[in-house]
């Protein structure tokens, strides 16, 4: 729209609308101490960048600015500015040591709900869970709650169970990942042994060094076996 200001057209956007008002945003907001109006210097970087981009001055261009465009256009701007820009991350690693992990599923959920939203989604439209079940959240806490609860008896088998390396030598993150998985294998029966294995085989390749995948599994399979001699696992 010819003589349209951006920051007109930004606060009439028919998605930030929805969202502005969203009950479940609302509730949110209300419960977190961090306002983002103190982070001034980065919000009027980000307005710039959207503004001057190619994505929103095509936006500019449109004669009627649709209920799709609004949402598409949101879409775009976060996927392209905010997905992967250094800055917005270097704010979250001073508020969180566990940005890093939980970005890029932040992101993918931000996309998937912008997507969820339509023209006739009101306040109570329902945003994208943190869990995608119940039974997730509940096995989440159980096994984390094993994990500190067991935590001397599990130690105790990996020591005894350490062949040709001193415990105390052993990758810091390698023990805290195979305190868990051994956690995840004794607390949960109905969970397949390789399902577990190979969850922290995969954990250890993202998480330690490139070695550790085989060792941990080297290890956890040992010490499994003795567990089943003695019939403390039954699977």
């Not at 256009?73 to 991350?89: G, H, P």
Request: charged residues 30%; aromatic residues 12%.
């Amino acid at each position: 729209m010819e003589g349209a200001f951006p920051e007109t057209l930004l606060a009439k956007n028919q998605l930030l609308a929805q969202l502005e008002l969203n009950q479940q945003l609302c509730d949110y907001r209300k419960e977190q101490k961090k306002e983002w109006i103190e982070e001034e210097a980065l919000l009027k970087k980000l307005y710039t960048t959207f503004t001057e981009s190619d994505i929103f001055q095509l936006y500019l261009t449109k004669e009627d600015f649709s209920y799709e465009a609004d949402r598409e256009v949101i879409r775009k701007l976060y996927k392209t500015y905010i997905c992967n820009n250094e800055d917005f991350d270097s704010l979250l690693e001073d508020h969180s040591l566990y940005w890093n992990d939980d970005k890029d599923i932040v992101d993918s959920f931000v996309i998937k709900t912008i997507k969820r939203f339509n023209e006739d989604s009101d306040a109570t439209q329902p945003l994208l869970p943190q869990y995608a079940a119940e039974e997730d959240r509940e096995f989440a806490s159980k096994l984390f709650r094993s994990t500190l609860e067991r935590s001397a008896e599990i130690r105790e088998l990996l020591q005894n169970n350490c062949k040709n390396w001193e415990f105390s030598r052993l990758a810091f993150m390698d023990v805290i990942i195979m305190q868990i998985a051994l956690a995840e294998i004794l607390t949960f029966p109905s969970i397949p042994l390789n399902v577990s294995f190979n969850e922290y085989i995969d954990i250890a390749k993202v998480y330690s060094t490139p070695k550790s995948g085989a060792y941990i599994n080297g290890l956890l399979d040992n010490i499994v076996k003795k567990l089943k001699k003695e019939n403390k696992i039954l699977k």
